[in-house]
């Protein structure tokens, strides 16, 4: 037994019950101090336990007990000849091999040698013969089974069907994880078997829709940097789109520095400001559209202070992300706000939060890919137009191609060096989403640029660009009508940036 909490509670009210207990190992140790008695395995097996522990249960007079049907005369029969006694209870903890793989310091053989082998046998047979068998993988169900026999002598075959089930989940999800380990251990990229497990997080109350059940699951070994992983300081529970937005708020704050504010509604960024401080940041961010921060999501990558947190305070936000929050910001915060979710998230954790890869699924499948980290800068740009950008075009258009990304495609930003002013989200072909960020900037075009998270597939972009009076532009190209929209730049004095590199996002 790994985990040894309750079970002395646990053994100990067997054996009040008239059970028989064999133990091994440290449990037994345990338990025989504590005045239980128990009996040795090497006593049932006859044979002594070996090699460090690795050989013990790993016996016809164990699996034998646990597996022989009891309606079957000849398994019966089988029983009394080689002098084996049923067991019709199983308790079994796995050794620690999560627990131990996510030590810093962990070595290739400490992680071998906490691979259980009998433990998972044994859960198995049990399990296999739930008819007669009951076993218990998890602490919390020792008082359900001790209900049973206490009230009725033994477990009903629901409940043994039920906990069989649980085992199995258990052993995959063990198993899962081991076979993620030694996967990543050999190199393999592209194993013929994908394996994965989640823990349950957090049923929620409904999914996209309230007519869609939901529940949010977190991968096995925890990821730092995740929503999962953030501390709630006060608010309602997430809701599932409450849980995506963040996500998608999480991510896109990772590309910039800067002190920086990332507004963002239906996973589009609505609103993205960079400053010396970060109430600066947040005054940028919530110009760059009032309108759709309302009942929006805010991340910010610095703490926030008393300043920026009474400029929140006035507008409705559904969730504000930050690493930390100064005392007086809380309290600020949470004033008569009992509802907006405050969510804690180590930042320093992104560089030590190794990116899992995205899981997308499909009907009879699932998608499975990289997350989009990349962000070509300036010494990877080709500039395809006679006019060559400024300067302070230049950073406006890195500021640019940092905030397209994660712009649902077709996707259009219009920023400055510090500021978004404008985005067209989601449309089905890209004019629309060029004409879209335009009318959101207008007024605010004087030194604003414009990134296209794809190429550019008619000259017609170009032109309604132009016509906004925007003179840099920055987009993958790539199109086999690149040289119409060069020429059409050309033709308006339009400086353009190709950076070879496209970040599409459905």
Not at 467 to 483: E, L, Y
């Amino acid at each position: 037994m790994s985990d040894k909490a309750g079970i002395v509670a646990f053994a100990t009210t067997l054996q009040e019950l008239g059970w028989e207990i064999i133990s091994t190992g440290g449990t037994k140790t345990a338990l025989d101090t504590a005045g239980v008695a128990t009996i040795a395995i090497d006593d049932v097996t006859d044979f002594p336990e070996m090699m460090d522990g690795r050989v013990k249960t790993l016996h016809p007079k164990i699996h034998g007990g646990l597996l022989a049907r009891r309606d079957l005369d000849s398994h019966v029969s089988a029983m009394k000849a080689h002098d084996i006694l049923p067991i019709d209870l199983v308790v079994v903890n796995l050794y620690p091999f999560k627990e131990t793989i996510i030590k810093p310091d962990v070595t290739y053989a400490d992680a071998v040698e906490n691979i259980d082998i009998g433990g998972p046998s044994m859960l198995r047979s049990a399990a296999k013969n739930h008819a007669s068998v009951t076993v218990v993988v998890d602490p919390a169900d020792y008082a359900l089974v001790l209900d049973a026999f206490s009230e009725h002598g033994d477990t009903s075959y629901e409940t043994r069907q039920k906990l069989a089930a649980k085992v199995f989940r258990h052993t995959a999800a063990y198993d899962a994880l081991i076979a993620e380990y030694f996967t990543a251990q050999v190199g393999v990229d592209k194993p013929e078997k994908l394996t994965v497990t989640y823990d349950l997080k957090q049923a929620m109350r409904y999914g996209e829709n309230p007519q869609q059940d939901a529940d949010f699951y977190e991968t096995a070994l925890p990821v730092p940097y995740s929503i999962a992983a953030a501390k709630q300081l006060n608010g309602k529970e997430l809701s599932f789109n409450n849980i995506r937005d963040a996500d998608a708020a999480i991510r896109i704050i990772r590309d910039f520095t800067a002190p920086t504010i990332v507004a963002l509604k239906h996973m589009n960024p609505c609103g993205i400001g960079s400053a010396d401080t970060i109430e600066k940041a947040w005054d940028y961010a919530y110009a760059s559209d009032p309108v759709s921060i309302f009942g929006g999501i805010v991340v910010s990558n610095r703490e926030v202070d008393v300043e920026t947190a009474k400029k929140m305070h006035d507008i409705f936000l559904e969730i504000i992300i930050a690493p930390s929050y100064s005392e007086e910001a809380l309290a600020v915060l949470t004033t008569k706000k009992k509802n907006l979710r405050i969510l804690a998230l180590d930042f320093a954790q992104q560089a030590a939060s190794e990116l899992p890869k995205e899981l997308t699924g499909v009907l009879g499948g699932l998608l499975v890919q990289n997350q989009d980290t990349t962000v070509e800068l300036r010494d990877t740009w080709d500039i395809v137009t006679d006019r060559k950008p400024s300067e302070k075009e230049v950073a406006a258009l890195e500021f640019a191609w940092r905030s397209v990304k994660y712009v649902k495609s077709n996707g259009i930003i219009i920023t400055n060096d510090h500021q978004t002013l404008g985005v067209g989200p989601g449309q089905t072909n890209r004019v629309a989403s060029v004409k879209i960020a335009i009318e959101q900037a207008a007024d605010r075009l004087e030194e604003a640029v414009l990134a296209s998270d794809a190429f550019f597939p008619f000259s017609d972009n170009v032109e309604e660009i132009a016509k906004a009076g925007i003179k840099a532009i920055i987009q993958p190209g790539g199109s086999v009508r690149d040289q119409d929209a060069i020429d059409e730049a050309n033709k308006h004095g339009i400086a353009m940036v190709f950076t070879g590199a496209r970040h599409f996002r459905h």
